[in-house]
């Protein structure tokens, strides 16, 4: 990457801190992937009860592989034999909940779109920590611009992630569908929070997830 290019993207990861900081969550920020899974050590302790919201953000930088390494409690609905909806039910209790997001504005706010909801209702309200880990490349100018970014990117590229049977895996855009595969359902956005420092988000100087 040019250097004028980088320090233009060093700007607003700055600017969008500064604002995470004064909406009450904490902001990190590292150079690289390979540096994520140190801070997460650090900010989450081996042994505690931990979770997660899907994610290709947490896969590509190792976290989901230390979530399994069976350092922590770790419930995964993923794991063999798991009933899905209970361990997800059982998420909301734990000590941290471990997640991306669609999209962060330099104002400081994450924006979220999902499908039954459960990732997002974490977000908001249960587990005690919940880490938002996110590549710069998810940071936009404003809210117009992160439903945008999910209607053009996230939520299509999600939808072929998953294999599902929507219009935007065909035209690779939102058509805000009534497909029984959609998974822009319930649309969050979180800014000022009454507990300071509950949610934590690591920005990552390198792109990430959709
Ligand atoms: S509303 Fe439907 S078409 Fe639009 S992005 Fe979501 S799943 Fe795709």
Redo the contacts with the bound molecule.
Sequence with gaps: MDKNTTQIISIRIQKTMENLKKNNMEPYYVDSCAQVVDLVKKLCPEGRKVSYGGSMTLEECGVLNLLRSGKYEFLDRAAKGADPDAVMHQAFSCDTYFMSTNAITENGELYNVDGRGNRVAALIYGPKNVIVIAGYNKIVSDLNAAAHR??EMA??AN?LRLN?N???TKVGV????H?A????CNFVVSKYQKIPGRIKVIIVGEPLGY
């Excluded at 939102?174 to 569908?177: N, S």
């Excluded at 595969?181 to 822009?184: K, S, V």
């Design positions: 999910v209607c939520a299509p939808t599902l929507t219009p935007c939102c058509c805000d569908c497909s595969d959609r998974i822009c």
